[in-house]
């Protein structure tokens, strides 16, 4: 093997375990390169989480949504979701960037989608769920020493807003619907908050459709060749 080839092979060894190290891969689907990325564990922010957390490091997942959507290759993103929450700001920041991609994306919830989970699995344009998910929406809540001023009950409504109006801009449920999940009491123990199965997920409008991997890789298929149809026609 000649020497450029042989740089060329551990170039891409090194690409495809920094793919798995990073939780995602680029499939091949009808003659489309559709990439799924999955978001899992906690979505890590501005503070480094315990090495035993299974964490979504914000700074991994936004560079690589700049090179999908400015990839000539990639057609579709498949997210999977299965997260407890972690950082609101993290975790918007990289919903408002999925719900402003030019790239087909859809989104399947596996497992859990909580807290600031929500916000990810409506951003894409297409949301899945298969039936033994669970999605849990409950208050904006902070971990440490929070300071009993006004100003700080301010800053949480004002947060809470900016997920309330995400929520309701990217999917089927109205915002004073919303709120009312995440205000509802004696359903979470010691805390305010709903917990919606896959069916009560669609059937509130949170979510667009149960279903699994298949069907959002058929959705995604076929908006791809949509798409191109319409490039093509003009």
Do not use: W
């Amino acid at each position: 093997m000649s020497e450029e080839n042989e740089n060329q092979t551990k170039n891409e060894e090194n690409s495809a375990a920094s793919d798995f190290e990073t939780g995602s891969i680029t499939v091949e689907k009808d003659g489309h390169f559709i990439h799924c990325l999955t978001i899992i564990g906690q979505i890590e922010g501005h503070y480094i989480l315990p090495s035993q957390n299974k964490t979504t490091k914000y700074e991994h997942v936004i560079p690589q949504l700049v090179a999908i959507e400015e990839s000539k290759e990639i057609e579709g993103l498949l997210i999977i979701l299965n997260t407890v929450g972690g950082d609101v700001e993290a975790g918007l920041a990289i919903a408002e960037l999925l719900s402003t991609m030019k790239t087909p994306t859809a989104s399947l919830v596996l497992g859990g989608g909580h807290s600031i989970g929500v916000p990810l699995a409506v951003s894409c344009r297409k949301s899945f769920i298969v039936p033994s998910a669970t999605m849990t929406v409950h208050p904006v809540r902070m971990n440490g020493l929070v300071l009993g001023v006004p100003q700080t009950l301010s800053y949480f409504e004002k947060m809470q807003d900016r997920i309330v109006n995400f929520v309701e801009n990217n999917s089927g449920i109205s915002a004073d619907d919303f709120r009312a999940l995440m205000m509802k009491t004696g359903e979470l123990i010691m805390d305010v908050g709903t917990v919606l199965d896959g069916d009560g997920a669609v059937q509130c409008g949170l979510i667009d459709e149960l279903g699994g991997l298949s069907n959002a890789l058929d959705f995604l298929d076929k908006t791809i060749e949509e798409e191109n149809a319409e490039c093509s026609g003009q």
